[in-house]
């Protein structure tokens, strides 16, 4: 039976491709407008697995995903990082200069900013997701309106790419994560990274203490990304990502620091893909 794969947004979009990239092309995909649908589809196991977005290179991280992680229970059973592409692409037979009005994802949009200026002629309209948007124009059969998406949308949705690659950054990657239910994924000798989740106290130098026991076991802090505790302000909770050759030393810092920290909570442990 073939996985059931849980993305935000349509065919055609970055997510879709990760899936394609990590799983192959026998799954059967679960399409989700929002991360909280993404969740809901994994709790009601109506999906297998799920893939969120969590950083960009060029953005930062996508702060409330990792709290759905941590509230939803879920584990991160692996990661996977794609270099952008942002095309500009519209109905066939339209050039650049017959578009008036370009409409993709807030992100994308960031991304595109300094082209974008290069064309004062095109309006810039924030949307859902960058794959529906290619989808509506074919759909619609929107001329004078362009879509900023992947090129696997272009093809699915037979739309002219007018100008390739008009990210501003040409390095520009993003990180997403798989994410289960249930956790054990991989046997502990292929496991060298891993996502924790804690609360420091207010005390001086707390954090430094827990960041200190990481080093002293000789992981390697990859990430480190607060968020505001909303039913205690001012109180901050601390996701962590770090990396390690030897599991044995990352399960003696996580029992010290199990310990030694409010709400200790392991997100997953698996394979680093850098």
């Not at 977005?53 to 930062?60: H, L, Q, R, Y």
Request: aromatic share 8%; hydrophobic share 45%.
């Amino acid at each position: 039976m073939s996985l059931k794969i849980a993305i935000q947004g349509i065919k055609g979009s970055n997510h879709h491709q990760v899936a394609l990239d990590y799983f192959g092309d026998t799954i059967n995909l679960v399409e989700c407008m929002s991360f909280h649908d993404l969740v809901d589809q994994l709790i009601n196991k109506e999906a297998d697995k799920g893939i969120m977005a969590i950083e960009n290179s060029i953005a930062g991280s996508i702060i409330p995903n990792y709290a759905l992680v941590y509230e939803n229970n879920l584990h991160i059973i692996g990661e996977y990082y794609l270099n952008i592409h942002h095309h500009l692409m519209a109905l066939e037979g339209q050039d650049l200069s017959d578009i008036f009005e370009v409409r993709s994802h807030p992100m994308a949009l960031l991304q595109c900013r300094e082209f974008l200026k290069t064309q004062p002629q095109i309006k810039m309209i924030e949307d859902v997701d960058t794959a529906e948007t290619a989808r509506n124009i074919q759909k619609n059969h929107l001329k004078g309106v362009g879509a900023i998406a992947p090129r696997v949308a272009a093809d699915l949705y037979n739309l002219r790419i007018v100008k390739e690659d008009i990210q501003t950054i040409r390095n520009n990657s993003t990180r997403f994560i798989i994410v289960k239910t249930q956790n054990k994924e991989l046997p502990l000798e292929e496991i060298n990274k891993a996502s924790l989740r804690f609360i420091t106290d207010h005390k001086r130098g707390s954090l430094a203490t827990a960041l200190n026991v990481m080093s002293d076991c000789n992981l390697n802090l990859t990430k480190i990304q607060s968020l505001p505790i909303i039913e205690t302000p001012w109180k901050y909770a601390f996701f962590v990502d770090v990396t390690f050759e030897n599991y044995a030393a990352f399960a003696k810092a996580k029992a010290l620091l199990a310990i030694m920290l409010e709400d200790f909570k392991v997100l997953g442990e698996y394979k680093n893909a850098r």
